[in-house]
């Protein structure tokens, strides 16, 4: 959802896989090495995923710098910070950590419970919070929105450190789920997923439209897509090609989607 509301007001991040890399070794590390408690170890994989977030928005919202290119550098660069840092795979993370994967809230799975929080916070932002319809404003017409009174640098800028923080989280539960974490695998092709579940639920990718509705349809249907392939023991080369359809199915609908209401 983060992801998606930063496409929205006119911007992208191309760095969420490899910022949920960092995230799920920064938890790990903490949890297991550091032997801290499952709060300290999520805690430090937040402000990991902010850092990062917070880096990303500087260079786009404040410099001026393509979101494109700023992002696909950071790519590359907390890729090779995580390396870096962690250059083993680590593992044995604790049973404490394990609860953040693993366990059930009334029946249902915590990254489960986690996502839906996640998305009724993002519905609720948009729908009752004034700067949830600046984001729509800035993605329509950034000058417009700006002679408006619309903060069209704050209001990215934080979406920005909203969807770092959130892609390490996601990294944090990865690495729960898993008990492991690697820094060179990782997270590896997860923006193209985001990317591909944001665009087919209908948010387009020069901004300005898009639903929280939509959005959760294009991860139910990717998330469908994807273990569908799994149960039917689908080749992984196949399954990257019905991802890569995927993607350009999504961008296609965003692009005519609008122009077939007219």
């Not at 404040?62 to 090779?80: D, W």
């Not at 249902?108 to 996640?118: G, K, L, N, Q, R």
């Not at 800028?157 to 923080?165: E, S, Y």
């Not at 080749?235 to 965003?254: E, N």
Request: charged content about 5%; aromatic content about 8%; overall charge neutral.
């Amino acid at each position: 959802m983060p992801l998606a509301l930063l496409v929205i007001s006119g911007y992208l991040d191309l760095s969420v896989g490899s910022t949920l890399a960092l995230g799920a070794l920064t938890a790990g590390w903490l949890a297991g090495e550091q032997a801290q408690s499952p709060v300290v170890a999520v805690l430090g994989a937040l402000a990991a995923g902010a850092a990062v977030g917070a880096v990303n928005g500087v260079l786009c919202c404040y410099l001026g710098l393509s979101p494109f290119i700023v992002t696909l550098g950071m790519l590359a660069a907390v890729r090779g910070l995580a390396q870096q840092l962690f250059p083993l795979p680590l593992s044995g993370f604790g049973d404490g950590f394990a609860w953040l994967g693993g366990a059930r809230l009334a029946g249902i799975a915590a990254p489960v419970v986690i996502a839906a929080v996640v998305l009724v916070a993002g519905a609720l932002f948009v729908a009752y919070t004034p700067t949830g319809r600046h984001v729509f404003a800035i993605g329509v017409n950034r000058e417009a929105a700006y002679l408006s009174g619309i903060d069209v640098r704050r209001t990215p800028f934080a979406l920005f450190v909203v969807t770092g923080t959130a892609a390490a989280l996601a990294g944090a539960i990865k690495a729960s789920v898993l008990d492991s974490a690697v820094a060179g695998t990782s997270g590896a092709g997860f923006e193209l997923t985001v990317l591909t579940a944001v665009l087919l639920g209908g948010v387009a990718l020069s901004g300005g439209s898009g639903s929280v509705l939509g959005v959760l349809l294009g991860v139910l249907f990717l998330g469908c897509l994807q273990n569908g392939l799994t149960l039917l023991s689908v080749p992984t080369f196949w399954q990257q090609m019905a991802q890569g359809v995927a993607l350009v199915a999504g961008a296609a609908l965003a692009y005519f989607g609008p122009r077939t209401t007219r």
